[in-house]
């Protein structure tokens, strides 16, 4: 059993039962073994603190420290492979030596048949050898993978806002994809350097043994290579880093595009976009070239180092009057075989050296980010009910000249519901922020005390201004990773007033939740935050304005059932732009400026504080009118009571699901994706391909053949030389019986070597990054000519992955899979002809040895490409949970969730692991059985010679040429499956762009009924004639025949409960969602009938989600240049920034950070109304646009609307009424139909307008 197991292991057998099993079905991920216990990221070998991030050298340091129980066997079987490579010479001296001697004396046979045997065993017990030596590498590059996930994901969770506002999303995702790769493939790395090294220097030492003194100058040839390779890591660390820093830039970008996609979609930036992200490939594909140039340089390099060295040699010796006889001449040629490849090599190894530097510095400064301390992040809270006592507290931000909040001293009593007030800018997000400890105290005390003023910690509830929802069923997002507690679910869907939407959805509580709660809307997703707040059981709540969110009716309802019912036994502190129930709350503090203008119940500020009675007064008359929109009944299902069953399935039905499964392709990789592949390689017309792809092909194949050309005028001129074979007197045979001019023709050829190579590499750089470039334009401009519903049903983390991952696949690995695979096979098809043409008996051994070839590798092949494709699938829902997790840092650490989190990270860590520490063994179970073949063909060859030379039929020339092409054939073949396998992993990525880049585009028209200088619209009439449209062909109507007509220049306010259809409206308007049946017309002319770009352009709108991108104020208002810098400020002072951009020294070209980060929540809505104003648009929708600001502010914005918006037609979809109270008309929407219309001027209602 023992050594059954042994045997097992040897060979890698344990993965057996996958091959077998990927033999009778399509491998699913369930189908992979279970990670070994030491590589599962749960259990590292080694605490996380062990890995020092100080710098690049001192990280990679102590990574190569945590891995030197797996690290000392790999190089012990490094150094044995090596020993074993430095015999091959030594073998084939004495083994040319003895055929070319006397073989009919007693031992002369014995002995070459010794050697014959020995070579091939040589030969299977290294490479042997050099498999279990990946396998640890292999192991050490998933032990580093974890442990730099973990850190890289543990110092996320602890971000202090200042450092999650300095990193970009395209960072994170490089540092979590491609800069850990880098890192850990270091291991590898440094194996290649040192077989590199001692292969070197082993080399040495026998050319010193065989040549004598000659050998100096070969080997003060090759310590040019020291010099040559400190110039060219210099360059590679900086040419690296270079792309790197464009590739960031481009992600990034990618990354605001897809969060934006609404934004985009509805002002028509899909050209802007396309020419920006161009841009910033354009920069990529530059320093990438760049640096696949001084690549191929560095190989052409070192190749002619060793051509060089072997040429001077030879000459010489030539020089010095001795003989080139055969066995001297292959002896020489099989020690710089071995050569070979650590020089052709040696730029790759310093460039991946060079990469994983960089990618531990880039990966060093986000670990050496600021964060909050451990302690503060990881308390844990008490259960106790607690209050609040401030003492001269002051926040000022870094970089800041004065205090956002200054001298704030107060006391909250624990048990007190207190309503924080202010205009926008008053610092009340910043107060939220400083009692979450997420901001640093610029100087005073915030302490939480219990009913005996003791301090204890606080068991926050956190509910932000925007919900924080996640990719995941309605339960997850309310348990939020508590313990599952139905009773206590049952109370919380009540309070939050969610029990009546369970009824309407597909699933109740298991309907899936898409990205960022893109099936909710407003109101929904603030209560999903709401009901999880109350899940949470806390003893201090703390709502950052998200009543704002819903309508009239639902905010009493909130307020009668959460904030005076569920949660009247605790401190409430609510942060609030409505001001109707601040009589309810027991304290109002009032802000102004960041400084406390007082504190108090509502009439004493009322008596006390002018300033808060005018204030209040305001909101007082803004909200008018609210009781009218409360009246009628409503006709959705019944509140349910706490304790009342759950209305939701107990499974999920399909039709629940928004996120849709990530394409996945079966079988093996299809002929025409490569034949796409090979086009978009050979250029973009049919003449280009023509001529580019028998060019590549014939590079390549020049470059493969040479070297054969090379060695076989070696064998040839050296026979004749030691006089083994008569001369005929032909041109050649005088040439080659001239040792100086023998000489001088091998460099002739070696200079047609280089002269291939440097023509070969560069072909297939200039068109791999041609190919890339054509695949990412392609995939570009189909995802963003694709449907809302794609978005709405694919997670940015997926979409990016295609940007970032594979795109990159495509960019520099593919072409480079493709050479070598062309190499390869030329070089298997050189070596057979060689054996075959000189040895034909080899036949009788190549039958059987390629008929196992071809079953092991069909066995092989059909489960690697499976699970390559499952380990690339396996990767989105990681970078998707880190960005998710990115989003919602401050949500997290409110709740003490991190730990949560961070389970479920590992959790989908382990799931990508699993695919790859899989794909491996495939490729390790594959690769120890080549060897064996290989041993058989090298013994078989060696035999063969032997038995030919006995009868003379071989000359020790040829022998030498032969053996040694049959030494190679191993790798070769085992290079020919593997790299074959590699490109059809890779080909999986070329699948997915395809995929990507032939999306189903959103409907357009061609061609306009209108002329393109007509001006349409002129009037603004906007007609809805019995519309009824969903989001999804498998999900129910959204709007049900809704018709309603809204005359030129009018002011319409949009109306109704949450989820009632509001928002869909003008999705249809914007025709991001197609109709079902009836038509939408402005000024007479159906809108399906007007091509996209141009129908968009003709309208505004101003979104529920403020979406700014990285960039400047100007480019954030201006995608296209088209206004002057006059215009854009006319804009900003009316929507009320006139003085917040006069106060930045930069104006216009002030930075604004990714989503807008430096911007409050309502400055960023702010610039989307000055967006909108920005344009000559005759019709402006206002989707939700002052649920964020304050009631002043919405009073100035009305005033803007009703002075600047003369003649256009402005929709105004809101839920509070005081944004609609000067419409000329409301409409009333419930469950997806006009429910009545309204006139608050005449306050009565009248028919529905039709």
């Not at 480079?816 to 070596?831: D, G, H, P, Q, Y």
């Not at 590798?857 to 880190?882: G, M, N, T, W």
């Amino acid at each position: 059993m023992y050594l059954l197991n042994f045997f097992r292991h040897l060979m890698f057998s344990q993965v057996k039962p996958l091959v077998i099993l990927a033999r009778k079905k399509v491998l699913q991920a369930e189908d992979m073994p279970p990670l070994p216990a030491k590589l599962n990221p749960r259990r590292l070998p080694f605490d996380d603190s062990l890995l020092d991030s100080a710098s690049a050298r001192t990280l990679l340091i102590s990574l190569l420290r945590a891995g030197k129980p797996m690290l000392l066997p790999a190089l012990g079987l490094n150094l044995g492979y090596v020993a074993l490579n430095l015999t091959k010479p030594v073998l084939v001296n004495s083994f040319i030596k003895q055929i070319s001697g006397d073989l009919h004396r007693p031992d002369g046979l014995t002995l070459a048949l010794l050697l014959a045997l020995g070579l091939g065993l040589v030969s299977f017990v290294g490479s042997l050898g050099l498999q279990h030596y990946f396998f640890y590498v292999l192991n050490i590059n998933q032990l580093f993978t974890n442990a730099l996930n973990r850190r890289l994901y543990r110092r996320s969770l602890g971000l202090t806002q200042k450092a999650r506002a300095e990193i970009q999303v395209g960072d994170v995702v490089n540092h979590m994809s491609s800069d850990t790769d880098s890192l850990a493939e270091f291991s590898a790395t440094l194996g290649d350097a040192i077989i590199s090294f001692v292969t070197i220097v082993g080399s040495c030492a026998l050319l010193f043994y065989y040549l004598g003194a000659t050998a100096f100058l070969a080997v003060a040839l090759l310590f040019l290579m020291v010099p040559l390779s400190r110039s060219v890591a210099r360059s590679f660390s900086a040419l690296d880093e270079e792309l790197m820093r464009e590739r960031d830039k481009r992600v990034t970008l990618m990354s605001q595009v897809m969060s934006g996609i609404r934004v985009v979609k509805y002002f028509a930036w899909e050209k802007s976009v396309r020419q920006e992200v161009g841009e910033v490939r354009e920069k990529e594909l530059r320093a990438r070239k760049k640096l696949a140039r001084a690549e191929a340089y560095a190989t052409l390099s070192y190749v002619a180092i060793s051509t060089l060295v072997l040429f001077a040699a030879l000459t010489l010796h030539v020089f010095r009057g001795i003989t080139l006889t055969p066995e001297l001449v292959f002896t020489v040629v099989a020690i710089f075989s071995l050569l070979e490849d650590p020089l052709s090599h040696l730029s790759e190894v310093i460039s991946r050296a060079a990469t994983g530097f960089v990618a531990a510095g880039r990966i060093a400064s986000f670990l050496n980010r600021e964060a909050l301390p451990y302690a503060l992040v990881n308390e844990t809270p008490d259960e106790t009910l607690c209050g609040l006592n401030l003492d001269n507290l002051s926040v000022q931000f870094p970089g800041s000249t004065s205090p956002t909040l200054d001298g704030l001293t107060l006391r909250i009593l624990p048990g007190e519901s207190v309503a924080v007030v202010g205009p926008v800018g008053s610092g009340k997000s910043t107060f939220v922020q400083a009692l979450l400890r997420e901001l640093p105290l610029h100087r005073g005390a915030l302490t939480f005390t219990d009913l005996r003023g003791k301090s204890v910690v606080p068991k926050i509830a956190y509910v932000p201004q925007e919900a924080f929802i996640i990719n995941g069923t309605m339960e997850e997002n309310i348990y939020f990773g508590a313990k599952a507690n139905p009773k206590a679910l049952q109370e919380a869907l009540f309070a939050s007033c969610l029990d009546a939407d369970l009824p309407l959805l597909p699933a109740g509580l298991f309907t899936e939740i898409g990205e960022k709660g893109v099936n909710l809307s407003g109101g929904q997703k603030q209560r999903v935050s709401l009901a999880r707040a109350v899940m949470h059981r806390p003893t201090f709540a703390l709502l950052d304005d998200p009543l704002s969110a819903v309508d009239a009716r639902t905010e009493g309802e909130l307020i009668e059932r959460l904030i005076d019912g569920a949660w009247r036994g605790i401190t409430r502190v609510v942060v609030t732009h409505r001001l109707a129930y601040l009589a309810r709350f027991d304290k109002v503090i009032f802000l102004v400026n960041g400084k406390l203008e007082g504190v108090g119940t509502l009439d004493e500020l009322c008596l006390k504080l002018p300033s808060f009675r005018a204030f209040f007064a305001d909101s007082a008359r803004a909200e008018h009118g609210t009781n009218l929109l409360a009246a009628g009944p409503e006709k959705t299902a019944p509140a349910t009571a706490p304790g009342a069953a759950s209305p939701a399935a107990a499974a999920a039905p399909a039709e629940a699901r928004l996120t849709e499964d990530e394409d996945r392709a079966i079988g093996a990789v299809k002929s025409h994706v490569y034949f796409d592949y090979i086009k978009v390689l050979g250029g973009t017309t049919f003449g280009k391909r023509l001529v580019m792809v028998p060019l590549l092909l014939l590079s390549s194949i020049a470059a493969s053949s040479l070297p054969l050309i090379q060695k076989s005028w070696l064998a040839f001129s050296s026979n004749l030389q030691a006089g083994k074979e008569a001369p005929s007197g032909a041109f050649l045979d005088k040439l080659a019986l001239n040792p100086h001019w023998a000489v001088g023709v091998y460099g002739l050829i070696g200079i047609a070597i280089l002269i291939g190579v440097l023509i070969n590499r560069l072909l297939w750089l200039e068109r791999g990054i041609a190919a890339g470039k054509r695949m990412h334009n392609d995939m570009l401009r189909s995802v963003l000519k694709a449907p809302l519903r794609f978005f709405d049903a694919t997670p940015v983390g997926r979409i990016l992955q295609r940007f970032s991952r594979d795109v990159e696949a495509v960019d520099i690995h593919l072409q480079w899979s493709f050479e070598i695979t062309v190499r390869c096979l030329v070089n298997i098809a050189t070596a057979l002809f060689l054996i075959v043409s000189v040895l034909p008996i080899m036949l009788l051994v190549m039958g059987p040895v390629f008929w196992l070839y071809y079953v092991v590798q069909r066995d092989y092949r059909v489960p690697a490409r499976e699970v390559k494709r499952l380990d690339a699938i396996s990767r989105s829902p990681r970078f998707a949970h880190f960005k998710e997790t990115l989003q919602g840092l401050v949500v997290i650490r409110s709740f003490g969730r991190m730990e949560t989190f961070f389970e479920g990270f590992l959790s989908r860590l382990e799931h990508s692991q699993r695919m790859f520490h899989a794909h491996y063994m495939l490729n390790r179970w594959f690769s120890s059985r080549i060897p064996l073949l290989g041993g058989i063909v090298a013994s078989g060859t060696a035999v063969g010679i032997v038995f030919y030379a006995y009868y003379g039929k071989i000359s020790p020339g040829v022998a030498g040429l032969v053996m040694i092409y049959a030494l190679s054939l191993w790798e070769s073949l085992n290079w020919a499956v593997r790299i074959f396998a590699e490109v059809e992993a890779r080909m999986t990525s070329v699948e997915r762009l395809r995929y990507y880049g032939n999306l189903e585009a959103e409907q357009d028209t061609l061609h306009a009924p209108l002329p393109a200088a007509t001006a349409w619209p002129s009037q603004g009439e906007v007609v809805f004639d019995t519309v009824v449209a969903r989001y999804a062909p498998h999900l129910p109507p959204v709007l049900k025949g809704i018709s309603f007509r809204i005359p030129a220049g009018a002011r319409v306010g949009v109306i109704g409960r949450t989820g009632s259809g509001k928002s869909t409206l003008l999705q249809s308007l914007y025709r991001g969602m197609e109709l079902e049946s009836g038509a939408i017309r402005i000024d007479g002319v159906d809108i399906a009938s007007v091509p996209l770009e141009r129908l968009r352009r003709s309208l505004a709108i101003i979104p529920q989600d403020p979406t700014l991108f990285l960039g400047t104020l100007r480019s954030n208002l201006d995608r296209y240049g088209e206004y002057s810098d006059a215009e854009i400020l006319e804009a900003l002072e009316q929507a009320r920034l006139g003085d917040f951009v006069r106060g930045i020294a930069a104006g216009l070209l002030a930075p604004v950070q990714e989503n807008g980060a430096n911007l409050s929540q309502g400055q960023r809505q702010l610039l989307c109304l000055a967006r909108a104003l920005l344009s000559d648009a005759k019709v402006i929708v206002m989707d939700e646009a002052t649920a964020s600001v304050d009631v002043q502010t919405d009073n100035l914005l009305q005033e803007v609307v009703r002075t600047s918006c003369q003649g256009v037609t402005m929709i105004i979809i809101a839920h509070r009424l005081g944004t609609v109270a000067d419409c000329d008309l409301i409409f009333e929407v419930r469950e997806g139909k006009l429910h009545r219309t309204l006139d608050l001027k005449k306050e009565e209602a009248s028919a529905p307008v039709v």
